[in-house]
């Protein structure tokens, strides 16, 4: 637990016996209104714990930074590649500073000897076994919680202003989790700078996910324009999220398909 402003808080003794760090902390406002806060989180903060592990760690092979897949921006029409994106089209303030950390990273791994490995998960959701997602209303979580809140107050139809054809890319916390400790593991890890997008060979289509929930929910839920109060007050709950579900999502991932 230390104040993320001074990375030097970890401590040169320690920092002298890490062999691969694993950088996965992030502010997640999508606010504009906190944009100098997540400033200097995501960016300014990270770029001074590289440094400070650049000069301080010498055991260390590699800095892992867990990035987001959609720093490739909604202009893309194809498939997002494992490159660093210029000039995409973001939506909010936490899709534009991890885009902005990937840049940092990749200049600051220039000058410094610390290599750097971008980790660009889709959209995370909870364990593919037990379901546990730590209590997250986070992405599609949020959703399911405003269906849940329109169930509960006897609501018997709910409608998203979305895209039911949409298809979207969901990964299980766990495979990212195995994914991430065979990435440490490896014997031979270059120098490189590397990009890994990490997600699912399968998609789900946003009417599909609507259909589930319903299931489990006594609600109709339809994909369509709001038309009634709790219609336009839920939409306006999940309406940060709401962009990512109106297109599909395509994502290469021949680099982490390779390398493991």
């Known amino acids: 637990s230390i104040d993320f402003a001074k990375p030097e808080q970890i401590g040169d003794s320690l920092a002298k016996t890490l062999d691969v760090f694993w950088h996965v902390a992030a502010e997640m406002s999508y606010s504009s209104k906190s944009f100098i806060k997540s400033f200097q989180q995501n960016i300014t903060n990270t770029a001074a714990l590289h440094r400070y592990l650049a000069d301080m760690a010498p055991k260390l092979k590699r800095f892992y930074y867990l990035s987001t897949a959609y720093t490739g921006g909604f202009a893309n029409k194809g498939i997002i590649k494992e490159e660093i994106h210029v000039a995409p089209e973001v939506d909010n303030v936490y899709q534009a500073l991890k885009w902005a950390a990937e840049l940092t990273l990749e200049r600051q ?13 889709s959209i995370v959701v909870g364990h593919s076994e037990t379901g546990y997602r730590a209590g997250s209303n986070f992405g599609i979580y949020g959703f399911i919680k405003a269906s849940y809140l329109a169930a509960k107050y006897n609501y018997k139809t709910l409608r998203f202003n979305l895209n039911e054809n949409a298809e979207a890319n969901l990964i299980p916390v766990n495979y990212l989790s195995e994914w ?81």
């Open 109 to 121: 791994s220039q000058d410094y000897d610390l290599a750097v490995s971008l980790f660009r998960p």
């Open 180 to 260: 991430a400790v065979l990435l440490s593991e490896r014997e031979n890890q270059s120098r490189e700078f590397e990009i890994y997008n990490a997600n699912s060979v399968s998609v789900v289509k946003i009417g599909e996910m609507a259909d589930l929930v319903k299931g489990l929910l006594d609600i109709e839920i339809l994909i369509e324009k709001p038309q009634t109060d709790i219609d336009r007050r839920i939409n306006k709950m999940t309406q940060r999220n709401a962009p990512f579900a109106k297109k599909s999502w395509y994502f290469e991932s021949n680099n982490l398909r390779n390398t493991l």
